[in-house]
């Protein structure tokens, strides 16, 4: 689910809330929505008694996690919580593809929502504690996220105080020895951002083998780093994960947003290194006290 992002007019349709696309807690239905499942999308104006209620159990069934006390839970109803109207459209074919956009009460066919901001509520995470290394304050949760570098969605920390995203180290110990194989892009999508050439990610945008990297890239990721760090990249095997290996994955992120702040490949691969390795040990005396 999105918001409107063409200007070609859709049948208005109506949810009842029966849709198989909502999960029903308490009778409510709710759709996470946003880039991140930022927010939560509740059919209805809902009370703030069923506003907190329907909120604990969408992340305690769908997420697996609990919410902790915090000021921004107790922010939550009185500024994250909208009553809105929406007016929503399908997309063609799947029916798990929609977007509504906000309108005014009277329009026609304009049904009462919910928007509850969810972002910023503390959660109750297994994740183990990594510094930001824009900052060096600890994250001691992460989140599903798509990032810069590689395709797909990776787990990744989101600094508090001053909003950087770095992939999340695995917590299991490092493999010394990397397999340089090559993952095939069969529809031939840009190896980093996966734009294909029929949907490119940017005007005038186009996908071409980098002989460099020895992947498919679009024009808008060849862009984003000067040849001396494609090379580079390249140098401490970026991009050559198996595509079944998350361990290597979280690596690429990992190189491919530290590039991006200017930190050179090889210094950035050193310090996934010991990133990972505190990972695992941080991980180890965890379980070691735990089951004691
Ligand atoms: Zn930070
Ligand atoms: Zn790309
Ligand atoms: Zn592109």
Redesign the pocket.
């Known amino acids: 689910m999105t918001a409107f992002t063409d200007a070609e007019p859709r049948a208005i349709i109506s949810f009842t809330g029966t849709e198989d696309i909502f999960d029903t807690h308490y009778g409510i239905p709710v759709n996470p929505t946003g880039l991140e499942s930022e927010g939560l999308l509740a059919l209805g104006h809902l009370t703030d008694r069923h506003v907190l209620a329907v909120t604990n159990a969408h992340n305690r069934r769908v997420w697996g996690h609990r919410i902790l006390p915090s000021r921004e839970l107790d922010d939550l109803i009185p500024f994250s919580t909208k009553h809105i109207w929406i007016l929503t459209t399908r997309g063609d074919g799947d029916p798990y593809d929609w977007e509504y956009e906000e309108a005014v009460a009277d329009a026609e066919q304009a049904q009462p929502a919910t928007l509850i901001n969810v972002e910023w509520l503390v959660y109750e995470d297994d994740a183990v504690q990594s510094e930001c290394p824009a900052c060096g304050k600890p994250s001691r949760s992460t989140r599903g996220a798509v990032g810069p570098g590689r395709t797909g969605w990776g787990t990744y920390h989101r600094c508090r105080a001053c909003h950087h995203q770095w992939p999340a180290a695995p917590a299991y110990p490092l493999r010394l020895e990397r397999e340089r194989t090559w993952p095939v892009a069969g529809d031939g999508s ?1 190896f ?4 294909l050439p029929d949907f490119p ?1 940017s005007d005038g ?1 186009a996908i071409r083998p980098d002989p460099v990297i020895g992947q498919r ?2 024009t ?2 060849r862009n984003q780093h000067p040849p001396e760090i494609w090379q580079q990249l390249a140098a401490v095997a970026y991009g050559t994960a198996r595509q079944s290996d998350v361990r290597d994955e979280q690596r690429d992120r990992w190189l491919y947003s530290e590039a991006l702040r200017g930190i050179p490949p090889a210094q950035a691969a050193q310090a996934w290194s010991r990133r990972v390795t505190q990972t695992a040990q941080r991980a180890a005396a965890r379980t070691t006290a735990t089951t004691v």
Do not use: E, K, P, T
Not at 192 to 195: D, E, K, T
């Open positions: 840009c980093a951002c996966h734009c990610c945008c890239l679009c808008r990721c």
